[in-house]
């Protein structure tokens, strides 16, 4: 199988996201692989008092919600 995309951030549903690689079998057939978690998008940009920031880098939302 061919690597396609390594730790890939996708949204699922409800505002619900997940990391994946993504590879590609010699059929052209596509296989999604989890690396992470499912976990809410919004609260890792929103802080305690409820406030909203930037996204924080992806490295650092993979590290907090990785397998």
């Known amino acids: 199988?061919?690597?396609?995309?390594?730790?890939?951030?996708?949204?699922?549903?409800?505002?619900?996201?997940?990391?994946?690689?993504?590879?590609?079998?010699?059929n052209g057939e596509r296989v999604s692989v989890r690396t992470s978690r499912e976990f809410e998008i919004q609260k890792e940009r929103t802080m305690p008092s409820g406030r909203l920031v930037e996204y924080p880098p992806e490295s650092e939302i993979f590290n907090r919600h990785k397998l």
């Open 1 to 26: 199988m061919k690597l396609i995309a390594k730790n890939q951030l996708i949204g699922t549903y409800g505002g619900f996201a997940v990391f994946r690689d993504l590879y590609e079998k010699a």
